[in-house]
């Protein structure tokens, strides 16, 4: 099966500019999330969606960070404005469903630069 | 809350000698437990997991993690290391009630030859 599609995988742009990051999941993954990953930490939840759902977006700075899930496949996360601190990687993953029996099968990620 | 602890930012072993990476967890409900695997410019690969059931689990290439409640424990463990081994190893946190996972800083793991 293809895996978690992200684009695009290297991003560089100048803080209080705008960026946009697509993640297209594993056919007929219901589940969607976003973790932000700075460099030396491990992945943090940004956002957690089922569906066109979102299920916890509890620490997502939603005074500049957005994203949606209309469709309930692909999802895109924005950046606006960028800050010198949102320089990480940013990973999608998905899940079959809910059930911790279904593993979350993670993208290659999106490293955003921010000068 | 859940929150994670991985002991040793870096760990080094020499080819064919024992792996042990260390996890401790802080769950006020039964946790599901997880060990990550990163690769250089990759995404998170799950290496294994426990839910219920055993407490020493089995996983991908050789790695096996045992669940010690009373240590709130989950050490990752191989016998004897390989050089393709190398790589960042993430410890996650998850439960019934909550599916998204909560990672712990990770372990760097450096196989010398």
């Known amino acids: 099966e293809a895996g978690v599609a992200q684009s695009p995988r290297y991003k560089i742009i100048e803080k209080r500019q705008s960026v946009a990051f697509w993640c297209n999941p594993i056919?007929?993954?219901?589940?969607l999330y976003w973790y932000q990953q700075i460099l030396g930490q491990g992945p943090k939840l940004l956002i957690q969606?089922?569906?066109?759902?979102?299920?916890?977006d509890s620490q997502l700075p939603k005074d500049r960070f957005s994203a949606e899930r209309l469709k309930g496949v692909d999802s895109t996360l924005k950046i606006q404005p960028a800050k010198l601190e949102d320089s990480a990687v940013y990973l999608c993953?998905?899940?079959?469903?809910?059930?911790?029996?279904?593993?979350?099968?993670f993208g290659n990620g999106t490293r955003l630069t921010v000068t | 809350a859940q929150s994670v602890t991985q002991l040793g930012s870096h760990v080094s072993v020499s080819e064919g000698a024992l792996v042990l990476l260390r996890c401790n967890y802080s769950?006020?409900?039964?946790?599901?437990l997880f060990w990550y695997v990163q690769y250089p410019n990759q995404g998170l690969q799950l290496l294994l997991k426990y839910t219920t059931g055993a407490t020493l689990v089995k996983g991908i290439n050789g790695f096996e993690a045992e669940f010690k409640k009373s240590e709130t424990s989950f050490h990752l463990t191989k016998p004897s290391a390989h050089m393709s081994d190398a790589a960042e190893y993430f410890c996650?946190?998850?439960?019934?009630?909550?599916?998204?996972?909560?990672f712990g800083s990770g372990t760097r793991l450096q196989v010398q030859p």
């Open positions: 993953a998905s899940s079959l469903d809910l059930g911790n029996s279904s593993p979350l099968h």
């Open positions: 996650a946190v998850s439960d019934v009630y909550r599916r998204a996972l909560t």
């Open positions: 769950s006020s409900v039964p946790p599901y």
């Open positions: 056919s007929g993954h219901a589940t």
């Open positions: 969606f089922q569906n066109n759902g979102v299920v916890d």
